[in-house]
Nanobody, 123 residues
Framework: VQLQASGGGLVQTGGSLRLSCAVS????????VGWVRQAAGKERELVAV????????WFVESVKGRFTISRSAAKDTVWLTMNSLKPEDTAVYSC?????????????????WGKGTQVTVSS
């Protein structure tokens, strides 16, 4: 599985961005997708999860009600729509995937990673 995130940029507080994760080389088995962010000097943080079946979507507490995660019908693109952005959302955002049956809500279970895209929220 190859992943490529795009759509980052500079936005003012309260603004919105939609990040895209292009998925290629999909394996026959189902896969879960997560969005991960890493702010300068901080550890990577799992932000949103979209399980293969589409149910039990999960968001880290700090983005609940502001971020949504969705997928194209062809399952080759996953979007992270970010609204009401805050300066603390500033980070490099990456998408990740996993193809086994382990929990999609644990960051260390992801085994495919794409390059990230920078999101900067100015105050």
């Amino acid at each position: 599985v190859q992943l490529q995130a795009s759509g980052g940029g500079l936005v003012q507080t309260g603004g919105s961005l939609r990040l895209s994760c292009a998925v290629s080389g999909r394996p026959i088995s189902p896969y879960d997708v997560g969005w991960v962010r890493q702010a300068a000097g901080k550890e990577r943080e799992l932000v949103a999860v979209l399980p293969w079946r589409g149910d039990r979507r999960w968001f880290v507490e700090s983005v609940k009600g502001r971020f949504t995660i969705s997928r194209s019908a062809a399952k080759d693109t996953v979007w992270l729509t970010m609204n009401s952005l805050k300066p603390e959302d500033t980070a490099v955002y990456s998408c990740a995937a996993k193809t086994d049956s382990s929990s999609p809500y644990t960051l260390s279970n992801y085994n495919y990673w794409g390059k990230g895209t920078q999101v900067t929220v100015s105050s």
